[in-house]
């Protein structure tokens, strides 16, 4: 059964315009953030796993992109670390290193550092592991090490850990289930990155470069930057045979919303740089099966368009919600949902709002009654909670009712009532609402110009603010006592949080811009 929540329960459109690439543009440019803390199963033993040694190469399956180059396979060291660099199995892995990252001299270069440390199992019940899981041309390649004793404390001070790598996005994930340090050998010394092959540029998590730290349950992705010259129009394939009809006004309408016809589209780069032989029907069948650039020209810009069929049968980020109820908007571009803009698409992202709470977990039907089916939403507000960054609505992001600060809210209840601060309004972290908050309303919801603010309580409006999904202020109004509307027109269509500073009380409200 198809639930069609989108027109029957919230009769909104959740458009974010964001623009997805299979390339990179800054090619040594990564982001660090923490991500919710998932583990894989992985069960193939990874071969040659004596104490600091490399594996056998393990092939990927598909190429992989790390710091501008390619790769099609990798060497998993014995320490806790992908190696890019091609080696031989039974080759030398270092184990001894004393300083932090970025460093041209330190012990191992151009690897994706999962848990860099001297582990040594030596029959000890550890296991290191692989898989290839989900499907083309959205696989991950997953290493687990699992109960991994360390060198000199043996069982004393073990370590699990897992390192995830993504086709297509060249996204890197470690998920650091327990790390105990052994303190009496090399200082306890660990660290979990990403280095390049001159070890002048790495990347690490806060407080996770070389020292004797210790973690639990904890995830961090690595991502490069998202390349905005290219364009991404991913649409279901309904018969499987790898060629659909695109209709190229969606994308029209997302290369420029402004004036669309402004946008025109070409088989051809050198067309598109010429204006020449454009094409004349913007209904388009992909003529390569599965995927093709094209090539816009956005009033005298030319950028890619780059065209795939999904096999929508395939639920490639494996959160449970079928992929073709990812199309949010309904305008069949799957890429052009991104509700937590963080570069991702909801069809591949497991975390759609962003808000360290997995979307299998947030996704949940509530039954009240033999017949009545709904996704859960928890304060009511007509945005299911796999979309909602702020659940409980209490005017704090989901992301920041973290009490213990180990980026996973799930584990926070801070009054010890048995339910995550997260989903309680009433929680010591959350902001109880005025008595006279049903006084002031904010409408039209969704807006797309104009957000009018209706005051019929006695206090009087000191200043209105606005915040993105992640927090960031986009706007504010000072001294508004007098105040009845706020332009909204310039804000990228998403959800935002409007916060209403009364002359005693704080009011914070949604809304959605399309």
Known sequence: MKYNYLSNKLSFNVLMLVLFTVTIQAQNDYTVSPIPYQ?????????GTLDDTFSAPIPLGFDFKFFGATYPQVNVSTNGYISFTPHVQGDFSPWQFNTQIPDESFAVKNAFLGCYQDLYDNNLGGTITYAVIGNAPYRRMVVLFDNQASFSCGVNARSSFQMILYETLNILDVQIIDRQACTTWNSGNAVTGIIDDSGLIAYTPTDRNTGPWTAFHEGWRFQQQVNTSNYLFAKCDDDADGYVSFNLQVAQNDLNAINPLLVSFYE???????QTNALSNLNYTNTAANMQTIYANVDGMVSSVVLRVIDCANDYDMDSVA??????????????????????????DNDDDGDLILTTVEYVFARSGSSDISLLDTDND?????????????????????????????????????????????????????????????????????????????????????????????????????????????????????????????????????
């Not at 583990?39 to 071969?47: D, K, L």
């Not at 051809?268 to 010429?274: G, K, L, Q, T």
């Not at 992929?323 to 591949?348: H, Q, S, V, Y």
């Open 382 to 514: 007509g945005i299911p909670n796999y979309i909602d960054a702020d659940d409980d609505g209490d005017g704090i992001l989901t992301i920041l009712e973290d009490a213990n600060n180990n980026h996973n809210p799930a584990d926070d209840d801070v009054n010890a009532n048995s339910i995550p601060d997260y989903l309680e309004n009433n929680g010591a972290l959350g902001i109880n609402n005025p008595s006279f908050k049903n006084d002031v309303t904010i409408y039209p919801n969704p807006a797309s110009s104009i957000l009018n603010i209706e005051n019929k309580s006695n206090e009087s409006v000191a200043a209105i603010s606005i915040y993105s999904l992640n927090g960031a202020l986009v706007k504010e109004v000072k001294s508004a006592t007098s105040l009845q509307s706020i332009a909204v027109a310039d804000l990228q269509s998403g959800i935002y949080f409007v916060k209403i500073q009364m002359n005693t009380q704080v009011l914070n409200y949604k809304f959605i811009k399309n």
């Open 268 to 274: 051809s780069e050198s067309d598109a740089i010429s």
């Open 323 to 348: 992929t073709a109820e990812e199309d949010l908007n309904a305008d069949t571009n799957l890429a052009n949902d991104d509700t937590d803009l963080d570069g991702i698409p909801n069809f591949i």
């Open 39 to 47: 583990v894989y199963t992985a069960t193939m033993p990874v071969q």
